[in-house]
């Protein structure tokens, strides 16, 4: 119980401190693209984490919220395409978003619908889809990442390859964070765990139980 309540006030804290930066990003009136891309992408943290404060907030408000339940969840679908685009925007300064890259969100439309409509419906793999999402789409970031590089190590100085270093290294603790909640998710799918990880309505949440 205590542990479960020092998880919710983290990820309170962590929710206003994504809508702060979120914020701060979006009132900067020399705002670019890659600025644009961050903010959402801390938006759709934020309201994936709300998500797993659903329960807690209906007790402090004393309202029902149940329409919100499975949906936060979603949002998680953007965090690939996201991460993707404004690897790209800092690797290319004349990124420019265009209509026929919707594709990338459908995912996230998909999901969304579905578990506004009910979330029994594919609840079950939906930790599964993810992460298979996020593999590709940290792939792609890699490979450009690399290509980049090598460009740079044969027209440009060593300074822009360096100055790529703090992406490289933010890319690949997504990639950790992201292997270490794959295999948590996995352990819990074939009750191998020893952490009482368990389903919540169908899908895994080894790492957003509710209390």
Same mark, same amino acid.
């Given at each position: ?10 990820? /309170? @804290? /962590? ?15 020399? =705002? ?59 690797? /290319? ?55 980049? =590089? ?11 390859? @360096?100055?790529? &270093?703090?992406? @490289?290294? @933010? ?5 950790? /964070? ?16 020893? &952490?009482?990880?368990?389903?919540? =309505? ?10």
């Amino acid at each position: 119980m205590i542990n479960t309540t020092i998880t919710h006030i983290i990820a /309170t @804290v /962590t929710v206003i401190l994504l809508f702060l930066f979120m914020l701060y990003l979006l009132s900067n009136k020399k =705002r670019s693209l890659r600025h644009t891309l961050l903010a959402i992408f801390f938006l759709a943290n934020g309201l994936y984490l709300i998500d797993y404060l659903l329960n807690p907030i209906q007790r402090v408000l004393g309202i029902s919220l149940a329409w919100f339940d499975e949906v936060g969840f979603s949002f998680a679908f953007l965090f690939g395409p996201l991460i993707l685009f404004f690897i790209r925007s800092i690797l /290319t300064q004349k990124l420019e978003l265009k209509l026929n890259m919707i594709w990338h969100i459908i995912p996230f439309i998909f999901f969304f619908i579905v578990y506004i409509i009910s979330d029994n419906i594919f609840c079950e793999y939906g930790y599964i889809i993810l992460f298979i999402q996020l593999f590709i789409y940290y792939a792609l970031a890699l490979n450009d990442l690399i290509l980049y =590089r090598s460009k740079a190590k044969l027209f440009l100085s060593n300074l822009a390859d @360096v100055n790529l &270093n703090w992406v @490289v290294y @933010v890319l690949i603790a997504f990639i950790m /964070t992201s292997l270490i909640d794959f295999t948590s998710a996995i352990l819990a799918f074939f009750h191998l765990d020893n &952490n009482n990880f368990a389903f919540d =309505r169908y899908k895994i949440r080894s790492f957003r139980a509710r209390a």
